[in-house]
C-alpha cells in the first residue's frame, strides 16, 4: 500500500448520507471523475459504530470500504476518539473536559475529551482494536487517522492527580519542584503535593515554572493518548502506519515528540486566501513555512491531510479561492514536500456547523460547477506529477523551532505584553532565505545542525546547556549561525540566566547585551548601514543594545539614546562565523540581508538563474518548482530558454532547466456553465 | 373606553413618591397643563402590592387611579411581572433565571424570571387576578399591559424539561430530531430524550437545528407566558384589551406570533437621536422602520408606549433631543401609525438606576423648563390632530421579515461570521423605497402579498416549501418581487437545499446562483450599470454570482474574477415581474434603484409633488404627512401653491393639498427661562 | 529611627536567596556603593517565617536585618498578609476570596485574602507580634509596612454577613435602608436583612445606593484590616511608626479614611515613561498629580515606597526609563514631597512573574552597567540634598478630591456611560495650576479650606449638606472657589436632590443649570471668549447649560443650540468669588484659565521669575525645585542671574535664586561599558 503515488481525496463521512443510498453511488462515480484515489473515513462516526454501549455496527462502514475499492479508492481509515456518542457522555461524565475555571463541559463539540479518563481510554482502546481486526487487512487501508486534531486540556481531578504523578516523577521532591519554579516568590511555597493544581484564572498564574510544566505535561499527555491509540492499533496490526492530522501554527503540544510516534506526518491547511492584510505571495510564504515545518518534522514527504477547494465556514469572512488558486496552493504543497492534496470534506453536509465549508460535492450535487472542475483538474494535475511522489527536498538553511520557547513567550511578563511575536521572528528570517532562493528546514533546539550550512537562532528566550553547547560545537566546526534578539536569557525553567547574555554565547557572537528596550507598537528606531552591503533600515518591537566584545559592527542604531550601538554585528569563532541581529527590521530587510549572510556564508543557490519579484522556487529531489504568485504573467530564464509562465502558474523543471510540468490557467466566467475542465 | 383619540402620557411609578403626598398632588396638576390623558401604573408595583406574600395591598393604587380619573387621565393598568419581590425570589428561588453557563440569578435586575416556572405562573395568575378584579370595570381603565419589555431565556432544569416536551410534541421520535437537527455530524446523535439539552457555552453550539429550535422554543415559551397572563385577565375580564410593550429591533420572540395574541401592538421607541454616525434623517428612517414594522403586524395603528422627552440614560452617550426634535420624533410616530405618544417616564425618580433618564417632571419639579414645555407643546399639538387617529396606511410596497431567518442568520457558520447585515440589508431596501415617497409595510414570508403592488424579499437564506409557492404564486399572478442575495438556501431546518439556488425560484429569478463570495469590511466590487435607468456603483458584504437562466442583466459586475457576470437582473415569470439584486450596494444607489422598479411595477405615487431632499411623506387615510428634517426650511409644492416648512417642522394635509396642521418651531434659548409654550 | 534623612533603598528580598550565602554578601556589599541606606523586608516571607503551622523560623530574617544594619542599611519591617503560605489556604479555605460571582479562589497571587475570615485575622494577628516581639526594639527598624498594596473585595458568606451587620449599624431599621436605596424601583424591597446580597453580575446592579455602600464598606473593611494589624504591633510596640504603600491613581477604599490610622503616607509610582502617548512632562505632571494627593494625605512628607530604576514587567510595553530619566524622575518625588526614593526591586528574582521587572542588580550582578550606576547616582544625589528632608510645602491652591464622587459616577448610568472622566476633569485643573507656577494640595470635601487663597471643585456630582456648608462659609469669608459641570447633582445616597443645581450653591455662583448636555466622543461646541483674558475655545464632554441668576460671563457656547449660554461666569459671594466652568475644555485653556483666575484671586507666584515652556516648578520650605521637562537644555532667570539647565535637569535654589544644587546628565553610550558615575 505504499507505492509512490500522490493521494487525492478527503475527508468522506458516508455515514451522514445512509439514508440516501443514491448520493453514495453518486459519490463513487463523481469521485472517479475527480480522479481521486484516497479518501478518510470513520473520523466522526462513533454513533454509527456503537449506536449502544457494547453494541457495535461495522456493515456499513465494511461496505461503503468495499465500495471505495471496487471503484480503485483507497481508504485512511480513522479512529473515531475525537467525539464520542451522546450515551457515553451521559452514562460516564468523567469523559467530559472541566476547564481551567474548573466547569465540567456539557456534552458537544469535539476534540474535547478528558486526556486522562480510564473509562474513555477503555472505550477507545476497544473501539480501535475492534475496528484494526475488522478492516486492518484491507487491501484500501493506507494509513490509520489516529483521531482528530489532537488540541486543548483538561483540569479534571483526573488531569490534576495525573499532572502531581507526572511532576512527581520529573523532580523526584517538593524541594526540587519548589526550586525550579521559585516557589519563595509571593510565599507560593508548596508544603504537599496535593497543593499542586494545573494554573487558573481563580488560581495561580503567577509561577512561570507552573505554567511551563503544566504546558509540557498536556504536550505529553496529548502525545500519550496518541501513542495510546497507536499501540491498541499495533497490538493487532503490527505494520499498521499512524499519522494524525495536525494544524498550521498550533503549538498546544510539543510536535518534535509528537512526530517521533507518527509513521507520517499529515496536517491541516487553510490559508485565508485573498485577504486584505497581505498578498497572495505572502500568505503563500506563510503557508510554506508551515510545510517546510511538518515536512522538517521527519525530514521527509507528509500529507495534506485536509484543505479546502473553495472556502471554510469559520473564517472572519470565509472568502472562496479565486480561479485558478486552488491549483497554484495545491501545487505549491507538493513543492513543500507534500504527497498529497486532500479536503475537508468530500460532500457538503446538509445541515450542522460545517455546511458552508467548501466541499468538492456541493449542494447542487454536479461535475460541472467550478469547484468539482478545479478539484478534478488538480486531481489530474496530480497524476501527471507523480514523478515527485516521495521526492526529498535538499538542505540549506534551518531554523531553529522550540516549542518550549513559544510557550515560555506565552507566558512571560514583560517586557511586552502585548506581544513578542515568536513565529513573526521566525517568518521574517524564512522570507528573507526563501526571496534569495534557498531551501528552509527547521530544526529543534537541540537536533543535528551539521548537514546545514546555514542555522537561524530566532528570539530563542529559552536555552538550557546542550542547546548552548549544540550552537557553540555546530559554528566552532564551521557552521554560519544567525542569532537575534532576546536570545539566551533564560534556562529551561525560566529562571534568568546569572551572567552576561545571550548566556554562553557571548564569545561566539562578540559581544554582550547590556540591556533590551521594548519598543511600543508603530514605534521604530533608526539604523545606519557601516557597509556597502546593507541599506539604512529601522529596528522595532525590541531593541537588545549590545556591547561589542571583538565583533564586527555591519548596522548600527541611528536614533533613540542607544544610538552608535550595533543593531547587526557579524565575528569569526572557531572556523564559523556567527550573526547577531538585535532588533526586528521590516520584512524586505531580510532578503538584503539574507543575500549577504548566504554569500559570505559560501552556500551555493541551487536554481543560479534570476528569480522575478512575486516568483517562489522549492527543490524536491531533482526537480525544481517555480510559482508565479503574481496575477500576471512573467518571463523565466531557465537556462535552456525563456518560459513564459501565466499568472498564478506552476511549472516543474529539471535543475538543467527541463521543462516537466507546465500548469494551465482555469477558465472563468465557466462557457455555458460548463468550462472545459479536462481538454 | 376605545374612542378616537391619540394617548399622551407615560409611565407613572407613584409608588416611589406615597410619602410624599404633596408630589402625587402636583402630579395631577402638572399633566393638566402637560395635556396628558393617559399614563401606564403598576409596572414595577409588585412589592407595594403584595408586600408579605398572600397579603395585598391594592387601596394606594386604587386611590391614585381614582385621583387620575377625576383629573381626566386614563390609565393602562399593568400586570407586575416584570418584577417580583425580594421575598418571593428568597422563598422560591425556581423564579429567578438560570444563565446558559447554567448558574442561577440572585435576585436583581427585571425582566428576568424563570418563565417556566410553575410557582412563578401561580403567583402572576393570582396577581393579575386581583387586579383585575379590582380595577377592571374602572372608567380609567384603557388597556392592560402585560409584564414589560419581555426578552431573554431561562436554562434550568424546568425550562430544560419544558423543551424537551416542546421537542417531543414538534418531532415525534428522537429519529425525526435526529435527522431534523443532522446529528450524525461530529457523533451528535442523541439516543435518549434526556440527552437534550439547550445550547451553551459549556456544551453544545454546534448543531444549528438545535441553535434554531431552542430561539422557537423560547419564542413560543415568552409567547405562552404573554398568553397565560391576558388569559388570567380575561378569564374575569372577557372584553380586556391587552399589549405588552416591545422593543426595537429586538428579536427575542417571533413578533409576528406574538401579535397575533395582542389586541392592539405598543411598542417603547429610543432612537440615539444627534448621534455622530448618522444624520437626523437617517435615524428617523431608522426609527420609521421598526414604527412601520409594529403597524404592519396588525395592519392597524399602535401605540407608542415609551419613548424619551430628552434623553435617556443607558446609552453610550445619553445626549438629550435637541429643541424641537420631541415635536418631530413624535410626529413621526404619528405619520407612520401611532395613535399615542407616551414616555418613561412621568416623573424622573430620586434614585437608582434610570434616575438620569429624562422625564417630563424633573428634580427641579418645575414646568417651566424645556423639557416640560416642549412636552406640553406635543400634548397639544395631539389634541389638533386627533382627526387622524385610527387612520390606516395605504398598501405600496411590502418587505418580507422573517424572525426564523434572523435567527438562523445568527447561528450560522460562514460565510461571514463578522457580519451578515439582515436588518443592515432591510434598511437599505426600505430607505431606497421611502426616500421615492413610498409607504413601506412589513410581512411575514407566508403573509398574504395579494394586495401589495411590489414585494421585497431581503436576504431571505431560510425558505420553507410554503413560502417559496408564496412567492411563486405572487409573481405568477402579476406580482412584482426584489429578492436579494443570499436568499433560498436552506428550508426551515437550515439544512442546505440539495439543487440550484436560489431553491424553487430559479426559473422565477432566470437565473442560478453558481457561487457566493464573502468580501472583507471594506472591500468593494465594481459593477457597471446596463441600461440608462442605473448608475455604475459598487458591491459589498457578499457577491452572489448568477448565471443567467433567461433574466436580462440592469447592472453587472466589472472588477473581481466573476466580472462580465450579473449584478441586477429583470425576468418575467407568469404575468408578474422578478428584480435580483446579487450584492449589497451603497444605500444611495437604492433611490435610484427603486425608482426603475417601482416605474417598472406601474405602482403609483400617492404624494405626487416633488420631494425635497431631507424630506419624508407618510400617509394615514386620507391625511398625507410631511417632515422636513433638514435643520433650514424648505418650500413644498402642494398642488395648492406653495408651503414653506421651517427647519425639523411637520405638515399635515390632504391629499389634494389642503392644509390641516403645521407645526411651529421651538424657541431656544427660553426668553427669561419662561419660553412661550403655549401662545 | 526619625533623624531627617531622605531614605534610598527598596524591596529586600532575601528569602529567594537564602541558599546562595555569597548573594547575600554580596548584597550589601553592592548597597553600600549604591548610597541604600533602607531595605522593605518580610513582604512575602510567610512561608518562610512560618514553614509549616504554628512552627516559626525567624533566625534567617534576624540574621539579614543584623548584616544589613551592620553595614549601615535600616529596615522597614512588612508584615506578610499579603500573601498567605499554600497550607493554610490549604487547610483553611475561608481564607481565600471570593469573587463577585460567588466563585471562590484556588490558591495564588496574592492581595487576595478575604477581608472579614476569623482565621486569617487570627494567623496574622499572631504572626505580626512574633515579628514585633522578635525585631521591634531592633535599631535597624525604621518603620513597619503593614502587609502591601491593599487592594480588591471579597463576596463570601463571612463579608456578606459582615455588609449585613455594617449596614444594620449604618441603617438601624431595613425601612431607612430601603428608603436611602429607593428600593421601590423595579419592587426591590427588602423585607428581611437576610436578602440583603453584595452587587453582582449575577444579581443586583441596579440599585447606586447599595453600590455606593458596598464601596463604603469595601472601604471601612480594608481599613479596619490595616487598623487591626496596626493594632496587633502597637500592643507589643507601642511606638511603632507604620505605614502601608499606597498605588497612585487606585480608589478601592478612600484614601482621606486610611490616612487618619497611618503614621505616615507610603505609595509605589509606577508612571509609563516615554509612551507614545504623551510627552515626559505630562507624565510628570499625571505622577507630580499623585505625589500631591499622598502629600496632602497627612499635609507632610511622605515615602515613594516603590519605583522602578528601569523598567517593569507588567505594562502592555515595560519600556526601561532612558539615562537621566531615572534621576529626573526621582527628585520630582523629593520636588512633590517625598523623603524617600525607593524601589521594587533591590536585585531581580531569577524567577517567577516579576523577574524581568528592572531591579537595581540584575542577573548580571554587577555594578557597573547603566541601571545600578544611575541608580548610585540617585542615592548620592539624595545624600546631597539632605537638607530637603522633613520640609513641608506651600499652601495656595487645593482640589477637592472626593473617593464616594469617584465611586458614585463609576456606578452611575447616564449621562455617558462611555465616561464622564473625573480624575480626567482634575488633571486638567491641576495641569493648568501647575503651568503657572502654583502648588496644589488635595483636601476632601469636608476638609478645612481656610488655609488656601483658591479651591477647585471638579465635578462634585455628589454633594452631603455639610459640603455645601463647607464651601458656602470658605466664600463667604473671602474665599475664591471654582466649580465645574457636572457638580451638586445628588446627595450622600445618590439621590438627586429636588431643587435647582448645583444644588445649594446656585445663588453662590450666580446661576442655575437648566439642562446638561452630553457629548459623543471627539464632539466639540464652539466657545467664544468676553473678556481679553480669555481666548476662544471649545467644550467637550458635556456641557451644563447655565441661566444666569447675577453672575458675570466670562465664555459663552457659541455654536450648538445652546449657542449664546454661558460657559464660563464669574460671581461675587460675600467676601469672596465663585467661578463655574460649565465644560470640559481642551488642556492648553486651563493655563490661561488659572492665569486669569489666581490674578483674580490675588494668589502670589512664589516664584516670581518667567516659567520656561516644559520646566516645572516646585516647593519644599525655603527651597524652589526647577525641572527642565525637555531634552535640551533652557536658560532660567533665578533673581541671581541666568542658570544653564541641561535636557532632562534639576536645579534646586533658594527663593532668593542661590543655587544649592543641579544634577548632572548621565552619559550614555558608556565609555568602555563603566561610565563616571561618581565623579
Known amino acids: 500500500m505504499?507505492?509512490?503515488?500522490?493521494?487525492?481525496?478527503?475527508?468522506?463521512?458516508?455515514e451522514q448520507w445512509l439514508d440516501h443510498p443514491e448520493v453514495l453511488e453518486q459519490?463513487?462515480?463523481?469521485?472517479?471523475?475527480?480522479?481521486?484515489?484516497?479518501?478518510?473515513?470513520?473520523?466522526f462516526s462513533w454513533a454509527k459504530l456503537e449506536p449502544e454501549e457494547n453494541v457495535y455496527d461495522l456493515d456499513w462502514l465494511g461496505e461503503?470500504?468495499?465500495?471505495?475499492?471496487?471503484?480503485?479508492?483507497?481508504?485512511?481509515?480513522?479512529?473515531?476518539?475525537?467525539?464520542?456518542?451522546?450515551?457515553?457522555?451521559?452514562?460516564?461524565?468523567?469523559?467530559?473536559?472541566?476547564?481551567?475555571?474548573?466547569?465540567?463541559?456539557?456534552?458537544?463539540?469535539?476534540?474535547?475529551?478528558?486526556?486522562?479518563?480510564?473509562?474513555?481510554?477503555?472505550?477507545?482502546?476497544?473501539?480501535?482494536?475492534?475496528?484494526?481486526?475488522?478492516?486492518?487487512?484491507?487491501?484500501?487501508?493506507?494509513?490509520?487517522?489516529?483521531?482528530?486534531?489532537?488540541?486543548?486540556?483538561?483540569?479534571?481531578p483526573l488531569?490534576?492527580?495525573?499532572?502531581?504523578?507526572?511532576?512527581?516523577?520529573?523532580?523526584?521532591?517538593?524541594?526540587?519542584?519548589?526550586?525550579?519554579?521559585?516557589?519563595?516568590?509571593?510565599?507560593?511555597?508548596?508544603?504537599?503535593?496535593?497543593?499542586?493544581e494545573s494554573p487558573?484564572?481563580?488560581?495561580?498564574?503567577?509561577?512561570?515554572?507552573?505554567?511551563?510544566?503544566?504546558?509540557?505535561?498536556?504536550?505529553?499527555?496529548?502525545?500519550?493518548?496518541?501513542?495510546?491509540?497507536?499501540?491498541?492499533?499495533?497490538?493487532?496490526?503490527?505494520?499498521?502506519?499512524?499519522?494524525?492530522?495536525?494544524?498550521?501554527?498550533?503549538?498546544?503540544?510539543d510536535h518534535w515528540a509528537m512526530a517521533k510516534e507518527m509513521d507520517?506526518?499529515?496536517?491541516?491547511?487553510?490559508?485565508?486566501?485573498?485577504?486584505?492584510?497581505?498578498?497572495?505571495?505572502?500568505t503563500a510564504l506563510r503557508t510554506a513555512f508551515v510545510h517546510d515545518i511538518y515536512y522538517s518534522m521527519k525530514d521527509k514527504p507528509f500529507l495534506l491531510m485536509e484543505s479546502t477547494p473553495s472556502n471554510t465556514n469559520w473564517q472572519a469572512v470565509s472568502r472562496p479561492k479565486e480561479p485558478g488558486m486552488h491549483m497554484l496552493s495545491s501545487l505549491l504543497a507538493l513543492a513543500e514536500g507534500a504527497d498529497s492534496v486532500?479536503?475537508?470534506?468530500?460532500?457538503?453536509?446538509?445541515?450542522?456547523?460545517?455546511?458552508?465549508?467548501?466541499?468538492?460535492?456541493?449542494?447542487d450535487c454536479q461535475a460541472d460547477n467550478r469547484v468539482f472542475l478545479e478539484t478534478a483538474a488538480v486531481g489530474k494535475a496530480l497524476q501527471d506529477l507523480t514523478f515527485i511522489a516521495g521526492e526529498k527536498r535538499p538542505k540549506q538553511a534551518a531554523i531553529i523551532l522550540d516549542y518550549n520557547n513559544k510557550w515560555v513567550l506565552d507566558a512571560s511578563q514583560g517586557p511586552r505584553n502585548c506581544g513578542l511575536g515568536y513565529w513573526e521572528e521566525m517568518h521574517r528570517h524564512y522570507d528573507g532565505l526563501r526571496h534569495n532562493g534557498y531551501s528552509v528546514d527547521f530544526l529543534p533546539p537541540k537536533g543535528d545542525?551539521?548537514?546545514?550550512?546555514?542555522?537561524?537562532?530566532?528570539?530563542?528566550?529559552?536555552?538550557?546547556?546542550?542547546?548552548?553547547?549544540?550552537?557553540?560545537?555546530?559554528?566552532?566546526?564551521?557552521?554560519?549561525?544567525?542569532?537575534?534578539?532576546?536570545?539566551?536569557?533564560?534556562?529551561?525553567?525560566?529562571?534568568?540566566?546569572?551572567?552576561?547574555?545571550?548566556?554562553?554565547?557571548?564569545?561566539?557572537?562578540?559581544?554582550?547585551?547590556?540591556?533590551?528596550?521594548?519598543?511600543?507598537?508603530?514605534?521604530?528606531?533608526?539604523?545606519?548601514?557601516?557597509?556597502?552591503?546593507?541599506?539604512?533600515?529601522e529596528g522595532a518591537i525590541l531593541c537588545d543594545v549590545p556591547a561589542l566584545e571583538g565583533a564586527e559592527t555591519l548596522l548600527q542604531y541611528s536614533s533613540a539614546f542607544f544610538a552608535g550601538t550595533p543593531a547587526i554585528t557579524k565575528n569569526r569563532f572557531g572556523k564559523g562565523t556567527a550573526w547577531f541581529a538585535a532588533t526586528r527590521f521590516p520584512a524586505p530587510f531580510y532578503k538584503t540581508l539574507y543575500q549577504t549572510i548566504c554569500r559570505d556564508s559560501g552556500m551555493a543557490a541551487i536554481w543560479q538563474h534570476p528569480i522575478p519579484e512575486g516568483v517562489l522556487v522549492s527543490y524536491r529531489g531533482p526537480y525544481v518548482f517555480l510559482q508565479n504568485w503574481n496575477r500576471t504573467a512573467v518571463s523565466l530564464e531557465t537556462g535552456k530558454g525563456t518560459l513564459e509562465l501565466h499568472g498564478w502558474g506552476t511549472a516543474v523543471l529539471e535543475q538543467d532547466g527541463a521543462v516537466r510540468y507546465v500548469s494551465e490557467p482555469f477558465p472563468f466566467p465557466l462557457t455555458a456553465g460548463k468550462p472545459a475542465a479536462e481538454k
Chains 1, 2, 3 share one sequence.
Open 2 to 14: 505504499n507505492e509512490p503515488i500522490l493521494l487525492h481525496g478527503g475527508d468522506y463521512n458516508p
Open 27 to 43: 459519490d463513487v462515480q463523481l469521485m472517479q471523475k475527480a480522479h481521486v484515489n484516497s479518501v478518510s473515513v470513520g473520523i
Open 64 to 156: 461503503i470500504i468495499d465500495r471505495l475499492w471496487a471503484h480503485g479508492v483507497g481508504v485512511i481509515l480513522a479512529t473515531p476518539s475525537g467525539a464520542r456518542p451522546n450515551w457515553m457522555a451521559q452514562r460516564y461524565p468523567e469523559v467530559l473536559r472541566v476547564n481551567a475555571k474548573r466547569e465540567r463541559s456539557l456534552f458537544g463539540g469535539r476534540e474535547n475529551h478528558c486526556l486522562t479518563s480510564p473509562v474513555y481510554r477503555d472505550k477507545v482502546r476497544k473501539m480501535d482494536q475492534i475496528l484494526a481486526k475488522r478492516f486492518g487487512k484491507h487491501p484500501a487501508v493506507r494509513y490509520w487517522h489516529i483521531s482528530n486534531e489532537f488540541n486543548g486540556e483538561c483540569h479534571c
Open 159 to 196: 488531569c490534576q492527580a495525573s499532572f502531581r504523578q507526572w511532576l512527581q516523577a520529573k523532580y523526584g521532591s517538593l524541594e526540587a519542584l519548589n526550586e525550579a519554579w521559585y516557589t519563595t516568590f509571593w510565599s507560593h511555597t508548596y508544603t504537599d503535593w496535593s497543593q499542586v
Open 200 to 253: 487558573s484564572p481563580l488560581g495561580e498564574s503567577g509561577l512561570q515554572g507552573l505554567l511551563l510544566d503544566w504546558r509540557r505535561f498536556v504536550s505529553w499527555q496529548t502525545i500519550d493518548f496518541y501513542r495510546f491509540e497507536r499501540d491498541a492499533i499495533r497490538e493487532i496490526l503490527p505494520e499498521a502506519l499512524c499519522t494524525t492530522n495536525l494544524m498550521d501554527h498550533f503549538d498546544g503540544f
Open 264 to 282: 507520517i506526518i499529515s496536517w491541516d491547511s487553510y490559508p485565508e486566501w485573498h485577504n486584505p492584510r497581505e498578498t497572495e505571495e505572502q
Open 342 to 363: 486532500m479536503y475537508f470534506q468530500w460532500r457538503r453536509s446538509r445541515g450542522a456547523m460545517e455546511k458552508i465549508h467548501g466541499g468538492v460535492v456541493g449542494p
Open 449 to 537: 545542525l551539521s548537514a546545514y550550512p546555514l542555522v537561524i537562532v530566532p528570539m530563542l528566550y529559552l536555552m538550557d546547556d546542550a542547546t548552548i553547547q549544540n550552537l557553540r560545537d555546530y559554528v566552532q566546526n564551521g557552521g554560519h549561525l544567525v542569532v537575534s534578539a532576546w536570545s539566551g536569557i533564560a534556562d529551561e525553567q525560566d529562571q534568568l540566566r546569572q551572567g552576561d547574555t545571550p548566556y554562553g554565547l557571548t564569545d561566539l557572537l562578540g559581544l554582550r547585551v547590556t540591556e533590551t528596550v521594548a519598543l511600543w507598537d508603530g514605534e521604530q528606531v533608526s539604523c545606519t548601514s557601516c557597509t556597502e552591503d546593507l541599506s539604512d533600515t
